[in-house]
């Protein structure tokens, strides 16, 4: 028994962190069979392109789904009529002929996609209804025609079911992977201003700088997927830009401090900074957890003001050191690291503080949102 409850648990952990990936399953197969249904419905002649087209256009969010719709109509209409206008006006009366049609059609729609990547659908558009009528025997402005209708067909299943059936919004995507950045950035916080005081091995430290990396570049592309679903008015959530602009000043804090840490701080000032170091560590690294759970719990974030007491003690150090005199023997390169690190923690202090308020406003939207809804009611009602 205890075997199968311990399979059991395994099983829904498994469910539980592939949820997203389940539901995406879930979309794509209904996407798939609607669209199926829709062309025997309509009596479409080649089923397999609207399925295709609805297969490929259902994505992860409905941002996703709604870019990646407009682009593929986009480039399938320009496809199509370039094409067709191609096979209508070179007769396909051999074999000649129809090579030079081919490179005709397909040579300007590769040039475009390459300069405009949102036509990347017109090259294959193009071969397909330049070739169709040697394959299905229809002339090329009927080819034209049913290649746009079919795509059509699919390209609608794929965003209803997409905005319908189980729906990812794309800004609640964002929110976990700014969630998942900030979690990164405080897992490397403490390691960091550890090595001001102490050797450690560099390799793993740029490992967790390069996985912030990648975790932004990810952030930025779901943001811009948020932007889509906020344009079509699908989804009233705020603007992401203000949080992507404060995470990536963070990092870029975060390479600041390490470039500073690349070698310890002197001996002689290391005792009366090391302690003020690791609270700053230790204090930011708990605020950037707290900024993460709150943007999944959408709460409020908590403040900030131990972090801000642990910087002024660090800055008070650095004062009393200097009335001591204890800088003025250092080398110049030891200034330089010292001067360094003050201007990156003012810097990381004031972007932790707009990080606060980015999340206030993120996690405050539904409140107004619903406040304003309440406000309008009670109006309409007078």
Avoid at 61 to 78: F, P
Avoid at 174 to 192: G, R
Avoid at 306 to 322: C, K, P, S
Avoid at 337 to 352: C, I, R, S, T
Wanted: aromatic share 6%; hydrophobic share 50%; charged share 15%.
């Amino acid at each position: 028994m205890s075997t199968i409850a311990t399979t059991g648990r395994s099983f829904r952990d498994w469910l539980t962190r592939r949820r997203v990936e389940l539901r995406l399953t879930f979309r794509v197969t209904t996407s798939a069979v609607l669209a199926l249904a829709a062309s025997h419905l309509l009596n479409l002649p080649v089923a397999l392109w609207t399925v295709l087209t609805a297969v490929i256009l259902t994505q992860l969010s409905v941002g996703r789904s709604l870019k990646a719709t407009t682009d593929y109509l986009t480039g399938t209409l320009g496809g199509a009529i370039y094409a067709g206008a191609v096979g209508a006006l070179i007769p396909q009366t051999g074999e000649i002929s129809l090579l030079v049609g081919l490179a005709i059609a397909v040579a300007p729609a590769v040039l475009l996609a390459a300069i405009k990547p949102r036509f990347s659908a017109a090259p294959f558009t193009a071969v397909m209804v330049f070739l169709a009528p040697t394959l299905l025997h229809t002339g090329p402005v009927v080819s034209a025609f049913e290649r746009v209708v079919e795509v059509a067909v699919g390209g609608i299943v794929g965003l209803v079911v997409s905005v319908v059936v189980l729906p990812a919004r794309a800004h609640d995507l964002a929110m976990a992977a700014a969630a998942q950045m900030l979690d990164l950035m405080a897992t490397f916080v403490p390691e960091l201003f550890a090595k001001f005081t102490e050797h450690r091995n560099e390799a793993p430290l740029q490992h967790v700088q390069s996985s912030i990396g990648e975790a932004f570049s990810r952030l930025d592309t779901v943001a811009l997927e948020a932007r889509h679903e906020r344009m079509t008015r699908l989804a009233a959530e705020p603007d992401q830009a203000p949080l992507l602009r404060t995470l990536l000043r963070l990092r870029h804090d975060l390479v600041m401090i390490g470039r500073a840490a690349v070698t310890p701080l002197p001996v002689p000032v290391q005792a009366r900074l090391e302690p003020w170091l690791a609270r700053i560590g230790t204090t930011a690294a708990a605020f950037l957890r707290a900024c993460a759970a709150a943007l999944l719990a959408r709460a409020h974030p908590p403040s900030i003001d131990e972090v801000t007491t642990a910087l002024d003690g660090y800055a008070g150090a650095i004062n009393a050191l200097r009335r001591e005199g204890l800088t003025r023997g250092l080398p110049d390169d030891a200034v330089e690291q010292v001067f360094a690190l003050g201007f990156a923690l003012d810097q990381m202090h004031m972007n932790l503080k707009d990080l606060s308020r980015c999340v206030v406003e993120l996690t405050s939207s539904g409140d107004a949102a619903i406040a304003d809804v309440s406000w309008n009611s009670n109006r309409s009602r007078r």
